[in-house]
């Protein structure tokens, strides 16, 4: 057996081992192989006043002489946990793709409510644009992702209009994309849901499903068939909602992937398992040039 042979194995026990204790994602954080050819350029820029709203740049280190496209990927954790520093193996595997990649963290519950995480996602988006040419990034060429939790603000920031209106930046985002997120969870019936939205007088106006429109950026949605979290179902309804109304949506199904996969498979070590990671690649590449 080769040493990657012997490897896979003994990451795979030892993921098994601690997912009791602490979430596998984070474990790919600290002992995953990563990706090559990409460094992280900056660390805590801020977007705001309070020390969680800060976000760490990844780029590619060989410099083409052209102008990167941008993203902005959101990590989930139920709107009340998560960290940027756990996640920095996902934005590595997207720069390693060919983009400049925001890794932002957001204010979570209980220090803050809907829709106030909501206005960080739209800010950091702002500020990311504001820097990103400092890497090697287009600013003109931006777009947006996110993982549960973080999917939920990816799509609330580009269908629902007024959050970049608010801060002057209506046409910032060019693109899409959400992994296995809760996009139409009415109503409210988990812990998680209750105490980050269960607060605001009308529960429609929490949803992404509220705001599809026509005239929205073009949106990748992608979700596991054994999402026990958040169920395919969002998936499906979001990108037939889109289509309906005359938008551009495209919805991939993974066979057998769980919520966790989704963004696990961007990590080298289970990048086998589904295509993920280059059917957002792609997308991105494709929409924004």
């Known amino acids: 057996m ?6 896979v194995p ?5 993921l098994a081992s601690v997912a009791a204790a602490c979430s596998p994602l984070a474990v790919l954080n600290a002992v995953a192989p990563r990706d090559p050819g990409v460094r992280r350029v900056a660390r805590d820029v801020a977007y705001g006043e309070d020390p969680r709203q800060t976000f760490d740049v990844f780029a590619p280190t060989a410099s083409t002489g052209e102008r990167l496209p941008v993203l902005v990927l959101f990590y989930g954790g ?3 946990s998560g960290s940027k520093e756990v996640y920095g193996w996902a934005a590595q595997a997207l720069a390693a793709q060919g983009f400049v990649v ?3 963290d957001y204010r979570l519950v209980p220090q803050v409510h809907f829709p106030t995480f909501v206005e960080d ?4 988006t702002a500020k990311v644009a504001d820097v990103a040419a400092t890497w090697g990034g287009d600013p003109a060429r931006l777009g947006v992702l996110g993982h549960s939790a973080g999917a939920h603000l990816a799509m609330m920031i580009t269908l629902d209009a007024r959050y970049l209106a608010e801060i002057g930046r209506p046409d910032l985002i060019k693109a899409a994309a959400g992994l296995a997120g809760p996009y139409d969870f009415l109503p409210f019936d988990v812990p998680a849901s209750i105490n980050a939205f269960g ?15 026509a005239d929205a950026p073009p949106l990748w949605l992608g979700h596991g068939t054994a999402d026990v979290v958040v169920h395919d179902e969002d998936t499906i309804l979001l990108d037939a909602r889109m289509r309906q109304l005359g938008g551009r949506s495209e919805a991939k199904l993974y066979p057998g992937l769980n919520h966790a996969d989704l963004i696990a498979t961007f990590a080298p070590l ?7 990671l280059a059917d957002v690649s792609a997308f991105f ?4 040039g």
């Open 102 to 104: 925001a890794l932002p």
């Open 285 to 288: 590449h494709r929409e924004l």
């Open 10 to 14: 003994a990451l795979g026990a030892l």
């Open 121 to 124: 996602a739209a800010a950091a």
């Open 2 to 7: 080769t040493r990657r042979g012997l490897l």
């Open 78 to 80: 139920g709107w009340d």
């Open 199 to 213: 607060q605001w007088p009308d529960p429609r106006q929490t949803q992404p499903l509220t705001y599809a429109r």
């Open 270 to 276: 289970f990048r086998r398992k589904a295509p993920v």
